[in-house]
C-alpha cells in the first residue's frame, strides 16, 4: 500500500485518539530556534494538526503539509480559525515549498515513513541558511502490565506492526540524516483511556487489524481481559516518553 494513504481510514480515531505533545517540549523547542514570532515553520507530514496546533502560537506562520486528502482536510478544519496556518498536499520529498523560505521544519510521527535521503535534500531547500529541523515523536512505554500486554498483542497479532514501528530509525540513521550530531532531549506524555478509548487508541494505528478480519476479534479479547485486570476505576494509563531530535542539516 501507498504509504501516504495509510490511515486514510483511521481519520476519525486519530482525531480522538492520538496524543498531543508536552508543552515543555514545544517551550524548550521554540527557545531554542529564537525570535520564533518573526520565523516560519514547515510542519511535514502534518496529518490532523495535532502539532501544528501547538506551533501556530509561537511562529509568524506556519504551513502543513499532508498528502493524505482525509486526513489534511481533518486537519484543516480543526486549525480553520488560526489565520497563520496554511495547508500544502505536498509530500516529504516534494514539499511544494519556495526554495529558503522556512526557519524550521518539524516532523511528528512520520519521519519512519520517509524517504530520508530525499527529505533530506528537500529540507536544504527550503531551509534558511541557520535553519533547523526537528523530528518528535511519542514513544509509548511498556512500563505497565498493561502496556506490557498491549505491546506483546500488537507484535504478535498486528501483521506489519513489527514492520512500520517507528522505533525501528537508528542512531546511526538520525546521524546520517543531520549530517553529524544532532541534540536530543525527551519529555514525559501520557493518556488516560477507559476500554472504548484503548480500543480506539489501537484502531489509529495503521496496523491495527481491521474489522471482518480474523485478528480484529482476537486482539480485542486480548485487550478485554488485560484491561479488566490491570484498569483502576475503569481507566488505564497510556505512557510515553515524547522524544525530540533536532539541528541543522550539514553538508
Known amino acids: 500500500m501507498d504509504t501516504t494513504l495509510r490511515f486514510s481510514d483511521r481519520v476519525s480515531n486519530y482525531v480522538k485518539f492520538r496524543p498531543s505533545y508536552p508543552v515543555k517540549m514545544i517551550e524548550y523547542l521554540v527557545s531554542s530556534v529564537g525570535d520564533s514570532q518573526l520565523k516560519t515553520c514547515a510542519d511535514i507530514g502534518s496529518g490532523t494538526g495535532i502539532l501544528a496546533q501547538l506551533l501556530v502560537p509561537h511562529f509568524a506562520n506556519v504551513f502543513g503539509v499532508e498528502p493524505n486528502l482525509e486526513m489534511r482536510i481533518a486537519g484543516e478544519k480543526f486549525l480553520s480559525d488560526q489565520g497563520n496556518f496554511r495547508s500544502f498536499p505536498g509530500t516529504a520529498e516534494q514539499t511544494g515549498l519556495s526554495d529558503r523560505s522556512v526557519d524550521l521544519v518539524t516532523v511528528a510521527q512520520a519521519f519512519h515513513w520517509f524517504d530520508r535521503a530525499k527529505f533530506r535534500n528537500e529540507c536544504k531547500r527550503i531551509l534558511r541558511s541557520d535553519g533547523h529541523v526537528a523530528l518528535i515523536w511519542n514513544n509509548r512505554l511498556v512500563n505497565t502490565p498493561l502496556l506490557e500486554r498491549y505491546e506483546a498483542v500488537l507484535r504478535h497479532y498486528a501483521d506489519d506492526y513489527n514492520e512500520v514501528n517507528h522505533q525501528n530509525i537508528s542512531a546511526e540513521q538520525l546521524h546520517e540524516f543531520f549530517g553529524g550530531e544532532y ?12 476500554l472504548q478509548g484503548l480500543f480506539g487508541r489501537l484502531d489509529s494505528s495503521s496496523y491495527a487489524p481491521k474489522p471482518g478480519t480474523k485478528n480484529y476479534g482476537i486482539i480485542r479479547k486480548e485487550l478485554t481481559e488485560s484491561f479488566k485486570n490491570f484498569s483502576q476505576n475503569g481507566c488505564i494509563d497510556f505512557n510515553y516518553r515524547a522524544e525530540l531530535y533536532w539541528g541543522r542539516i550539514k553538508d
Open 183 to 194: 541534540e536530543r532531549k525527551e519529555f514525559p506524555n501520557k493518556q488516560e483511556f477507559d
